[in-house]
């Protein structure tokens, strides 16, 4: 059972481009949940997903960022127009249900130069 | 909204001894979770406390949810160089975790 993909687990862009990340959540698993890293820091929680739908987003900047889960394909974490301190790993996590323990993909380290 | 803190944020620890890292927390939480997460590595799982004064052990890992549900610890027995990595605790609720900074924990031989 493979466990949660993420890709490109790094991506460079310069500032004004835009930035994608996609999470394949692990096989049987609808509940999907974006996380963001600065260096030495604790996971700060962006958003919440199930397939279609966005279930809590009161993480999310408001400006520049949005998620998707659609109903085929991966989650995408979209970021427009990045700036220097969206640099950061961004990390997906899933789960079967709501709630309890979460299992986190590798991670995708986005540099913003 | 919910925040967790975690002391201390940096521990060194000579290998053979033991350790503990705390968590607490400004409001009730419903659960807490703990992981671990090597350097460069992703967070993985390592518990959930549920139950009030709950106690669940793992080897060596002895984790604790306090009778208040409000602070957590995780104590290590004779720790080893895989012990290295920073642990974090989470709160649970409302389908969201809210993460501390960790406690980086590094492991001198």
């Known amino acids: 059972n493979a466990g949660v993909m993420q890709n490109p687990r790094h991506l460079v862009r310069r500032r004004g481009q835009e930035a994608r990340l996609r999470c394949s959540p692990m096989?049987?698993?609808?509940?999907v949940y974006w996380y963001r890293q600065l260096p030495e820091e604790g996971l700060k929680f962006m958003v919440y997903?199930?397939?279609?739908?966005?279930?809590?987003e009161s993480g999310m900047p408001k400006e520049r960022f949005s998620a998707e889960f659609p109903k085929e394909g991966p989650s995408i974490l979209r970021i427009q127009q990045v700036v220097r301190g969206d640099s950061a790993a961004y990390f997906c996590?899933?789960?079967?249900?709501?709630?309890?323990?979460?299992?986190f993909g590798p991670g995708t380290r986005l540099t913003v130069t | 909204g919910q925040q967790v803190m975690q002391i201390p944020q940096y521990q060194h620890v000579q290998e053979g001894e033991d350790f503990t890292t705390y968590c607490n927390s400004s409001?009730?939480?419903?659960?807490i979770q703990w992981y671990k997460q090597r350097p460069g590595g992703h967070p993985v799982f390592l518990i959930q406390?549920?139950?009030?004064?709950e106690v669940k052990k793992q080897k060596r890992l002895t984790f604790q949810f306090g009778e208040a549900k409000k602070n957590s610890s995780l104590h290590i027995t004779a720790t080893q160089t895989t012990d290295v990595g920073t642990y974090f605790c989470?709160?649970?609720?409302?389908?969201?975790?809210?993460f501390g900074k960790g406690n980086q924990v590094v492991v001198i031989p």
């Open positions: 996590a899933s789960s079967p249900a709501a709630g309890p323990e979460q299992y």
């Open positions: 409001t009730t939480l419903s659960n």
């Open positions: 997903l199930q397939k279609e739908n966005i279930i809590d």
């Open positions: 096989k049987g698993h609808s509940h």
């Open positions: 406390l549920v139950k009030s004064g």
């Open positions: 989470a709160g649970g609720g409302n389908n969201r975790l809210a």
